[in-house]
């Protein structure tokens, strides 16, 4: 090795740090851009609209997210992330009951908000396959914490689980014909109505 090269051990690792740090800028900022196109043009809008908004080019996104399908799939588990992270800060800076019910009113506008979201992910593709585990797997641990938190303040009825509220808050969020947008959040607003006011004691 020539005298003055520089150490493997050393300078050699800075490159694949700094790459790996622009390939994850650009990852986020494809996703925020695609989240972006979703709510206001739906999920088969063009590439070239959501690598414009996201300041780069179609070969960028198509490295990281060969097909549609991985994209659809990233942005619906980064946002799964951010309302499963949410609970701890509301949890902070609210009342139990009070999180609670901003906790699931996020979660309401994460399921009604993506123009044919639905239709993608019930398209049959295999790409979807793992979703509704990782929709489980991170939503339930925030939801239940949540809950055990505001029925120990007496703020809700005891007898509701996690599951029970996930499931049923979904059903509610299904298109429903000729309904206005704002009924599934009116809808859940009665079934959180119920959560809050039912028996607080299992019988």
Known sequence: MPENAPSPSTAAPAVPRRLRADAQRNVTALLD?????FDSTGVDAPAKEITDLAGLGVGTLYRHFP???????AVVQSNIDACAAAGPPLSAAHEPGTALVKWLQQYTELLGTKRGLASALHSGDPAYDALPGYFLQRLTPALTALLDAAAADGAIRDDVSAGDLLFAIAHLCLPVPGADPGYSARMVGVLIDGLRNGPRQRG
């Open 33 to 37: 851009a695609a989240r972006a196109v």
């Open 67 to 73: 097909q549609r399908s991985d994209l659809v799939k």
